[in-house]
């Protein structure tokens, strides 16, 4: 019996990311400068946005540097997303053609092609979204001596550590955790669910170009500018989503040292769920009066963005089966 119609549609797009999410599950990430990552999507979108943005002569001209990040920022997730599409128009019908025909007639002229592909739109995939390593990263520095835990804090945050006690660190474990639920998962899943690849690798490509330029010292202050917007719109659904799946509690109090400083939904939501004082010097502090992060905290975050992750890939599912029933077959 051959597929067609919405069952072949939600399978094409669904396969796929079902098998990614056990292979992340399963394995994480691949090593650090491993050749897998080293060909990751989102590792040669930044090498490439890295590359063109540094060559930006920092000059004092605010508007020179803004118009030449922002171009940057197009060049880099246009040449990404044309690369995914690319991927979806020339190598889908091979993947099509085997759950049509190949797969259940058993015609074995299209098993190599259709299971490449497959193979192909797996390890892309899985690249845009993680929920292991993620998790595996923030629970690393635990349990280590104060001096070794600042280290290894430094390199899942973007703040300086060296000063941190040890309630500061744990909060900024459980920040990362938080926010990183809606980079790192929830968004790209959602994306993904609406437009298939090419949708999570934009989504992905933004996220990337803000972590590498949105920054707001005065090295890339105006030429990450238009990335750190665009992030902000990008994950505006995510973020709330997040919000949902991490859990309520208590209602969090927010406090933020400057009006521009703004404390992420899903970092509040983490705060609330958990019962605990998250902090970042200088930034904010929600739930002032609640007790600081114990490293038991940290690890309880975990399970909640590991649960958070089933969450998404039950909304991801449950979109595709409704794109697949009216026919929108864009992520093909």
Known sequence: MSLSGPLLYFLAAGVPLGLAFLLDISLGDPKESSLA????????VGNLALGLSESIPRAGRPQREWALGTLVWFVTVGTAVIVALLLCVVL???????????????????????????????????????????????????????????????????RPTAELPDALLNSAL???????????????????????????VFYRSVNTLDALMGHRDRHWIHVGAFAAKVDHVAN???????????????????QTLYPEVRAPRSIVAMASSLGVRLERKGSYVIGKDWAPPEEEDVRR????????????????????????????????
């Open 37 to 44: 990552e080293r060909l990751y999507p989102p590792v040669l």
């Open 236 to 254: 505006w659904p995510g973020e709330r989503l997040s919000s949902a799946f991490l859990g309520t509690g208590k209602r969090a109090e927010v």
């Open 92 to 158: 889908a019908p091979f993947w099509l053609a085997f759950l049509q025909v190949g797969g259940p007639n058993g015609n074995v002229r299209f098993w190599i092609p259709a299971i490449a592909v497959l193979v192909l739109f797996v390890f892309w995939t899985k690249s845009l979204f993680t929920t292991r390593g993620l998790v595996q990263y923030c629970l690393a520095p635990l349990g280590k001596p104060l001096e070794e835990k600042r280290t290894l804090v430094s390199r899942v945050v973007n």
């Open 301 to 332: 975050a975990a399970r909640k963005v590991k649960k958070a992750s089933l969450f998404a890939l039950a909304m991801a599912g449950g979109i595709l089966g409704v794109m697949a029933v009216v026919g929108w077959t864009f992520f093909l």
């Open 174 to 200: 459980i920040e990362s955790l938080a926010e990183n639920t809606t980079d790192s998962i929830v968004s790209p899943l959602l994306y993904y669910a609406f437009l298939g690849l090419p949708g999570a």
